[in-house]
């Protein structure tokens, strides 16, 4: 019989009362949560008696409250998301929300030389996932992008989001605790899931739980994979027990400045109908052992600052380039942090008319 289970108030308690449903019954909440039930009696009065963990009865009425919300607790079958958490009666619920991506600038990055080699290595891992999932290994490889700010790590991991997410579950999380949280909502629902990540604490100051976790002995089993995209800015500052033990990270992808070939393959990206008389060769000449992040300011730059119909040329981009360069290194002389500073300043510039 069809039955409508409800969580109500009893005292300082709880108690699931149901609606027309008599016989015994078995929740299958999770492959480890189950709870049996024995209804019997007249509809209008129905006795029910349940047997189940506390954990269980927990995560049945979670569920049962977040479902009058709409919230989306469950690991979705695909797309972009990220992880949110709310106040659900007494308790904290982390649940998936749609999250916004701009697909075709994302994309762009595509053409990034760390780009190809990320996405064999993501794609060889769900293509052999039978292999990662033997001798009860847990289904999941963890890379580290680590390079300087401006390389375009965080891009790169975008534009595979851009390009994947419709076949699979991919969820940017914010922290540690959304990284845990994404793999074992995949690992219960068996879904092919990618996870982004950012200078996670877990790779910089790991505990005990956070170590055993990534060497999988408590890391869920997904048999549909889970691949973990984690970047920073600093490697060095990686704890030495992540680094030095195997399996802890699966490989360290190294990010850094771009060279001619990838440095104008990003420019041209970046300029569209604006390098119409412009190849790829001429900008990478020009651009040579820059970031994207350089490439896209240098670019900016030489754009504002030619006059209304006139042509961008490779000369520009040199000259606007070695400008920025000027500009930075005399941003760094003009830092006041000390008594000294300012006044080696007021010496070298004199006082400075506010009204001016």
Do not use: C
Not at 1 to 7: A, G, L
Not at 234 to 259: C, E, H, K, N, T
């Amino acid at each position: 019989m069809r039955f409508d289970p409800s969580r109500v108030r009893i005292g300082r308690g709880w108690r699931l009362q149901y609606k027309g449903m008599q016989g015994s019954f078995r929740l299958r909440l999770t492959d480890s949560h189950q709870i049996f039930l024995i209804a019997w009696g007249p509809t209008a009065k129905t006795t029910e008696m349940a047997i189940g963990t506390r954990a269980a009865f927990e995560l049945l009425y979670e569920r049962l409250e977040t479902r009058r919300r709409r919230l989306q607790v469950n690991a979705p079958k695909r797309g972009l998301w990220r992880l949110d958490d709310t106040e659900v009666g007494n308790r904290r619920v982390t649940f998936f929300e749609p999250a916004a991506l701009d697909a075709p600038s994302a994309l762009r990055f595509a053409s990034h030389p760390a780009y190809p080699v990320l996405e064999t290595d993501l794609l060889d891992f769900f293509g052999n996932i039978g292999w990662w999932t033997r001798y009860s290994q847990p289904g999941m490889r963890k890379v580290l992008m680590a390079g300087p700010p401006g390389t375009g790590k965080t891009s790169i991991a975008l534009a595979l989001a851009a390009k994947l997410h419709p076949g699979f579950l991919v969820v940017q999380a914010r922290d540690s605790v959304d990284v845990v949280h994404a793999a074992e909502r995949a690992a219960a629902a068996g879904r092919a899931t990618i996870i982004l990540a950012e200078e996670i604490d877990m790779f910089r100051r790991p505990d005990g739980e956070a170590l055993n976790w990534l060497d999988g002995s408590a890391t869920p089993r997904n048999p549909s994979g889970t691949y973990l995209i984690a970047t920073t800015n600093y490697p060095r500052s990686i704890d030495p027990r992540i680094l030095q033990r195997p399996g802890r990270i699966d490989r360290i992808f190294r990010v850094g400045a771009l060279r001619t070939r990838a440095a104008g393959d990003v420019a041209i990206s970046y300029l569209g109908e604006d390098a119409a008389n412009l190849s790829a060769r001429e900008l990478g000449q020009v651009l040579d052992r820059t970031t994207p992040a350089e490439v896209r300011e240098i670019i900016n730059l030489a754009l504002r600052s030619l006059p209304p119909g006139t042509p961008l040329s490779p000369q520009h981009l040199a000259e606007t380039r070695s400008a920025l360069k000027q500009s930075l290194a005399g941003a760094v002389d003009l830092g006041d942090d000390d008594p000294e500073s300012r006044e080696r300043l007021h010496d070298q510039l004199g006082p400075i008319d506010e009204e001016a």
